[in-house]
T-cell receptor, first 113, second 113 residues
């Protein structure tokens, strides 16, 4: 049972435009959400996170939105740059498993020059 | 943040053999974890590596198949035992601290033939 779902395996965007990556979750006990970025042959690196007490968190070009009622979060990248091309993983934690991360399958973002 | 060196980066192994993956962290981390990413799937937690004691395994993973050691706060190994082609995956170690959150190694791409 996939508790964290990223339904778009891939996304292609033009440089300068907005990239929107989506993530849905089923476990209402999750209370902290993270986005990781992964380049080929490298481990995931932390990008941005959001606590369930917030509905938005912003860091430079990256903004994460959380809709708790819909159990949905999204990562916005604006403006998108070719260097943003990578696999983006959504992850969630909480519900008693304090340090356990549950990941989605990832979305491959390609930003075209 | 902590830097994790993981080796080997990749290997091709014969079925029935075992492979030990090593992770070295450049600073002490509170917790260490081992993940598996099967082709087209999300990162799945195998176990939490506990210093000086037996690892804590997630459902579906057992010590006989994935023995783990963590002799100190900066080093851990994962052995994939009696390998079959179904074990072909990327294996990742991760460290966690309250200050830096999660840091991941670069992964080991294992192919079993």
């Amino acid at each position: 049972d996939q508790q964290v779902k990223q339904n778009s395996p891939s996304l292609s965007v033009q440089e300068g435009r907005i990239s929107i990556l989506n993530c849905d979750y089923t476990n209402s006990m999750f209370d902290y959400f993270l986005w990781y970025k992964k380049y080929p042959a490298e481990g995931p690196t932390f990008l941005i996170s959001i606590s369930s007490i917030k509905d938005k968190n912003e860091d430079g070009r990256f903004t994460v939105f959380l809709n708790k009622s819909a159990k949905h979060l999204s990562l916005h990248i604006v403006p998108s740059q070719p260097g943003d091309s990578a696999v983006y993983f959504c992850a969630a934690m909480g519900g008693g498993s304090n340090y356990k991360l549950t990941f989605g399958k990832g979305t491959l973002l390609t930003v075209n020059p | 943040s902590a830097v994790i060196s993981q080796k080997p980066s990749r290997d091709i192994c014969q079925r029935g053999t075992s492979l030990t993956i090593q992770c070295q962290v450049d600073s002490q981390v509170t917790m260490m974890f081992w993940y598996r990413q099967q082709p087209g799937q999300s990162l799945t937690l195998i176990a939490t590596a506990n210093q000086g004691s037996e690892a804590t395994y997630e459902s579906g993973f057992v010590i006989d198949k994935f023995p783990i050691s963590r002799p100190n706060l900066t080093f851990s190994t994962l052995t994939v035992s009696n390998m079959s082609p179904e074990d072909s995956s990327i294996y990742l170690c991760s460290g966690w601290t309250a200050v830096d959150g999660y840091t991941f190694g670069s992964g080991t791409r294992l192919t079993v033939v």
